[in-house]
T-cell receptor
Framework: GENVEQHPSTLSVQEGDSAVIKCTYS??????FPWYKQELGKGPQLIID?????GEKKDQRIAVTLNKTAKHFSLHITETQPEDSAVYFC???????????FGTGTSLTVIP | DTEVTQTPKHLVMGMTNKKSLKCEQH?????MYWYKQKAKKPPELMFV???????INESVPSRFSPECPNSSLLNLHLHALQPEDSALYLC?????????????FGPGTRLTVL
């Protein structure tokens, strides 16, 4: 099955700086890569996703890049704000299956 | 309405109790999911319902029993749980199963088994 690795496990940045979280996957059949943000006491919320026919996608301060050859994808958050503090999960989904394969999570802290 | 709702928010139960978790969505989604999430870990898939039929059961113990009464509702019946079953139980839904659509998660039920 698919194996998704996520780094770093914890990340602290100063407000206004950028944050980058990286994930690698193993199954070349994976073709959908969402990123979820989970705040304390809440369920995961989709913040951005990318499909394998696209190399980069942006939504305001958030961007995701995908390198299919290297089998890795990254989340970029610019101009970080304290409300960006949360746990972020990446996931990879093979087109052949129903299951989301989640990364291990990154706890992001934005220091005011 | 782009929301998945779950009740109750918190549940404390003894090992001999029987309780149920409820999940509801009105987005017309035909796939619904139960996940278990331990602290500081990613969600672990338990069950998938596709068009109201159970399509995936990830080797979950029989003390967890899912039910999908209709396309909008998903229940998880709990019986004779163990303290290690304490976790956040998340429900999710998607337009269709698999990679063709995002999964929308509910806020979860925080379960404590004494």
């Amino acid at each position: 099955g698919e194996n998704v690795e996520q780094h770093p496990s914890t990340l602290s940045v100063q407000e206004g700086d950028s944050a980058v979280i990286k994930c690698t996957y193993s199954d070349s059949a994976s073709n959908y890569f969402p990123w979820y943000k989970q705040e304390l006491g809440k369920g995961p919320q989709l913040i951005i996703d990318i499909r394998s026919n696209v190399g980069e996608k942006k939504d305001q301060r958030i961007a995701v890049t995908l390198n299919k050859t290297a089998k890795h994808f990254s989340l970029h958050i610019t101009e970080t704000q304290p409300e960006d503090s949360a746990v972020y999960f990446c996931a990879a989904i093979p087109y052949t299956g129903n299951q989301f394969y989640f990364g291990t999570g990154t706890s992001l802290t934005v220091i005011p | 309405d782009t929301e998945v709702t779950q009740t109750p928010k918190h549940l404390v139960m003894g090992m001999t109790n029987k309780k149920s978790l409820k999940c509801e969505q009105h987005m017309g989604h035909r796939a619904m999911y139960w996940y278990k999430q331990k602290a500081k870990k990613p969600p672990e898939l338990m069950f998938v319902y596709s068009y109201e039929k159970l399509s995936i059961n990830e080797s979950v113990p029989s003390r967890f029993s899912p039910e999908c009464p209709n396309s909008s509702l998903l229940n998880l019946h709990l019986h004779a749980l163990q303290p290690e079953d304490s976790a956040l139980y998340l429900c999710a839904s998607s337009q269709v199963p698999g990679a063709r659509g995002e999964q929308f998660f509910g806020p979860g039920t925080r379960l404590t088994v004494l």
